[in-house]
Structures are given as C-alpha cells and as structure tokens.
C-alpha cells in the first residue's frame, strides 16, 4: 500500500491564482481531511469528509474547496491564493469505526508559499 | 466544544533522561485519544492511542494511560534518547468527527 500520497510537495504561488492539492488513499478509508500546519498553532481542520459525496466545513474552510467524487481522491482547492495561506497542509484519512482503530494515516505535506 | 492542552515547550532533555509531556482534554462523550509524532521536515505518525477510559497505549517505549476522571493522556517515556527528538502532539477523536490536535511540544534530546 502506498498509504496517502499528496501532490505536489513544493508549490509557490502568486497572489490571486488558484491551484488544487491533490491527495489520494488506497486503504478504502470512508473518511478523509485536510490540515494546515502553521508555526504554533499545531494542525487545524479544513474541510472533511465522511464518504464518497459527504463533505463538511472544519475550524478554518475560508478560501478553500473540497470535493469528494471517489473514495480514494480528495483534492483540495483554492480559490484565490492569499498570503495569509502560506503553510504547510496535510492530507490525512482513517476508517470510521471505533473497533478497528479509527486513526488518521498522514500523507507527507505540501508546503505552499504565497507571495 | 472539543480542545486539547499540551504543555508548552520546548522541552529540552539529556540523554537517558525521563520524559513526560502532560496533556488534558476537554470532549462531550468518550473520545478515543491518541499521540502523533512529527520528526523534522516529515508528515505526521501516529505513535499510540487509546480507545476507552484506563487503556493504557504503549509504542517503542512511550507510554500514555487515558485517565477519564482527571481528563489527561500524559506521554511518559522512561529513558529517551536523541532520536527522539520530534514534536509531539495530543489529539482527541469524539466518534465521526474529525481530530482535535493540541498546540504540539518540541522534544529536544542532548547527547
């Protein structure tokens, strides 16, 4: 299994331009989400979603879209880079049954720079 | 709602020292409750968890017991060394809904 995997690792952006994060799973997780990750602050939920279809907003989803269209694929994108959006975001999935673990499996980050 | 208190760092350590790095909780129901570890430049893992009140998660080590009266999942390791030096993060997981992470702690490991 390659676990979660993210696209691409490194991204620089100019301010207003609109980019997707891609990042995929082969462990059949029904669950998967996004994190940023900025100095202090530890991770912070962006979007999630529970299933093929289902998505939800999480603490911090401004400026950002989700779809879920497959079980392995949950692409992130932005609308219109901001500087304030330069972080690093992690991808992360987990079954959601209590009785087999349920813990998230993180993909490796995209660090994403705004100028 | 949901939070997660980690200790601040960062906390610095000599060699075959004792570790512990407190962590409490604030959740409605039962969470299960879990330890990530992020080594420089590197995603996260998950290094132990545990799913109801007085499990006790154990991993290359570190060791953490879910006390539901004290709300507190305490990372304790009896004698780390310099590859453990990471940052290590508290998280809560109530049910469906997504993880509530803490603020993170550095762990420093001097020779």
């Known amino acids: 299994n390659a676990g979660v995997t993210q696209t691409p690792k490194f991204q620089v952006l100019k301010t207003g331009q609109s980019m997707t994060l891609q990042c995929a799973q082969d462990m059949n997780h029904e669950y998967m989400s996004w994190y940023r990750q900025d100095p202090g602050m530890g991770l912070r939920l962006i979007h999630y979603s529970v299933g093929a279809g289902i998505t939800d907003q999480g603490e911090v989803p401004n400026g950002y879209n989700v779809s879920r269209s497959t079980t392995e694929d949950f692409p992130l994108r932005l609308l219109s880079a901001a500087p304030s959006q330069t972080s690093v975001y992690f991808c992360?999935?987990?079954?959601?049954?209590?009785?087999?673990?349920?813990?998230?499996?993180f993909g490796p980050g995209t660090r994403l720079t705004v100028t | 709602g949901n939070s997660v208190t980690q200790m601040e760092g960062p906390v610095t350590l000599s060699e075959e020292a004792f570790l512990t790095i407190n962590c409490t909780y604030t959740a409605t129901g039962y969470p299960s409750l879990f330890w990530y570890v992020q080594y420089p430049g590197e995603g996260l893992q998950l290094l132990l968890k545990?799913?109801?009140?007085?499990d006790k998660g154990s991993n290359k080590g570190f060791e953490a017991t879910y006390r539901k009266e004290t709300t507190s999942f305490h990372l304790e390791k009896g004698s780390v060394q310099v590859s453990d030096s990471a940052v290590y993060f508290c998280?809560?997981?109530?049910?469906?809904?997504?993880?509530?992470f803490g603020s993170g702690t550095r762990l420093q490991v001097q020779p």
């Open positions: 545990a799913t109801k009140a007085d």
């Open positions: 998280a809560l997981k109530p049910g469906r809904r997504a993880l509530t």
């Open positions: 992360a999935s987990s079954t959601t049954f209590r009785d087999r673990g349920h813990e998230q499996y």
